[in-house]
Antibody, heavy 121, light 112 residues
Framework: EVQLVQSGAEVKKPGESLRISCKGS????????ISWVRQMPGKGLEWMGR????????NYSPSFQGHVTISADKSISTAYLQWSSLKASDTAMYYC??????????????WGQGTLVTVSS | QSVLTQPPSASGTPGQRVTISCSGS????????VNWYQQLPGTAPKLLIY???QRPSGVPDRFSGSKSGTSASLAISGLQSEDEADYYC?????????????FGGGTKLTVL
């Protein structure tokens, strides 16, 4: 069974750093990209960026470039989303999702359960 | 402001047919396929329609999708109370330094 299991909810203060994780199982982790999607409270879905776990190639949405870092450790089938200095506006639910990219990129067929990040002083 | 444009809300009574539109541009819907996601309250999104009109295994045939030019639509026939959810269209966008995924702003479907 394909699963993406994300790390638990986090409560942080502005300026703190954070790394959340997404562990894949039930499939070949290096055969699918992992994307991260933000959902702010009461708002819609926003694509942040993606990583190819086979070689850690990444590309980011212009809206998130420079604000977050996406990485992966293929030896433990885990992708990460990281902030070096959180802001209150980073408060949101964050989802990881897998997709295949060959000639064309395919849809997000499996999603993680989400990680709620709350940033408050 | 989302790249893809959806109506913020839609509604219908049980048994009715409702449609949700999604408008984009030549760099996204015009040149790539459209996917639809359903997000039930308090849950992660789920793939509902892919490649414009394909249903993943387990999705009822009450759900259908179509695309024409730079627009797409999702139709739900035989509306049921459990269809009350947020629906998002999405497409890959071939803009500079992409590809990127772009989402619609979401449509909240209410079953009256």
């Amino acid at each position: 069974e394909v699963q993406l299991v994300q790390s638990g909810a986090e409560v942080k203060k502005p300026g703190e750093s954070l790394r959340i994780s997404c562990k894949g199982s039930g499939y070949s982790f290096t055969s699918y990209w992992i994307s991260w999607v933000r959902q702010m409270p009461g708002k819609g879905l926003e694509w942040m960026g993606r990583i190819d776990p086979s070689d850690s190639y990444t590309n980011y949405s212009p809206s998130f470039q420079g604000h977050v870092t996406i990485s992966a450790d293929k030896s433990i089938s885990t992708a990460y989303l990281q902030w070096s200095s959180l802001k209150a506006s980073d408060t949101a639910m964050y989802y990881c999702a897998r997709h295949h990219c060959g000639g064309d990129c395919q849809p997000f067929d499996y999603w993680g359960q989400g990680t709620l990040v709350t940033v408050s002083s | 402001q989302s790249v893809l444009t959806q109506p913020p809300s839609a509604s219908g009574t049980p048994g009715q047919r409702v449609t949700i539109s999604c408008s984009g541009s030549s760099s996204n819907i015009g040149s790539n396929t459209v996917n639809w996601y359903q997000q039930l309250p308090g849950t992660a999104p789920k793939l509902l329609i892919y490649s414009n009109n394909q249903r993943p295994s387990g999705v009822p045939d009450r759900f259908s999708g179509s695309k024409s030019g730079t627009s797409a639509s999702l139709a739900i026939s035989g509306l049921q109370s459990e269809d009350e959810a947020d629906y998002y269209c999405a497409a890959w966008d071939d803009s500079l330094n992409g590809p990127y995924v772009v989402f619609g702003g979401g449509t909240k479907l209410t079953v009256l």
